[in-house]
């Protein structure tokens, strides 16, 4: 399972875009990428998953460098109820582990 | 909905008491996870029983356990609780184990140690 890196903290406004990076420079060559996010008390909630260049769904865009040592997920135009804390995993089928994420606070 | 069950959703229980989580899984998934997550923690990662047997172990103290029996609801046990074990504990599941595997979590089980 590759350690990951994000910021621990993001401020955005409301109709923004906002961008959080991730890296994993120690990421295996069949480990997946995959985002969460999570509510105060509540249970993470998958947002998108990749394994290299571009992938796009109704809620996020994530964007992998051919290296695959870093990932960035966007979330187009930002609202207040986006404010959660975002977790990027890189690993493969077991034991996800997961670090301290980004709290991300959208202002209006 | 993540379909994702777990009971109780909330519980307070005395130091040196023991009790049992429950989780159901998703329908068709085989592999179920536990986690638990402390006041400004993050998820740390319990156990992980695909379709009956453990198939990974993270930072899980003897005094728990966990089994998933032949229906793959799974239960997690923690025993001698001490003030430190109140948390929230999340079961998560998904369909296998494949690379690319999606977990889906449950809304948690608060437990509360007095």
């Known amino acids: 399972l590759a350690k990951t890196t994000q910021p621990i903290s993001m401020d955005s406004y409301e109709g923004q875009e906002v961008n959080i990076t991730c890296s994993h420079n120690n990421i295996a060559t069949n480990d997946y990428i995959t985002w969460y996010q999570q509510f105060p008390s509540q249970g993470p909630r998958f947002i998108i998953q990749?394994?290299?260049t571009k992938v796009t769904n109704e809620v996020a865009s994530l964007f992998i460098p051919a290296d695959r040592k870093s990932s960035t997920l966007s979330l187009p135009r930002v609202s207040l109820s986006d404010t959660a804390v975002y977790y990027c995993?890189?690993?493969?089928?077991?034991?996800?582990?997961f670090g301290k994420g980004t709290h991300l606070i959208i202002q209006p | 909905d993540s379909g994702v069950t777990q009971t109780p959703k909330h519980l307070i229980t005395a130091t040196g008491q023991r009790v049992t989580l429950r989780c159901s899984p998703r329908?068709?998934?085989?592999?179920v996870y536990w986690y638990q997550q402390s006041l400004d923690q993050g998820l740390q990662f319990l156990i992980q029983?695909?379709?009956?047997?453990?198939?990974a172990k993270g930072n899980i103290l003897e005094r728990f356990s966990a089994q998933q029996f032949p229906d793959l609801h799974s239960e997690l046990n923690l025993s001698s609780l001490e003030l430190g074990d109140s948390a929230l504990y999340f079961c998560a599941s998904s369909e296998g184990l494949g690379f690319g595997n999606t977990i889906y979590f449950g809304e948690g089980s608060w437990l509360t140690v007095v």
């Open positions: 029983y695909y379709n009956g047997e453990e198939r």
């Open positions: 990749g394994y290299k």
């Open positions: 329908s068709g998934d085989l592999s």
């Open positions: 995993l890189a690993g493969g089928a077991d034991g996800l582990t």
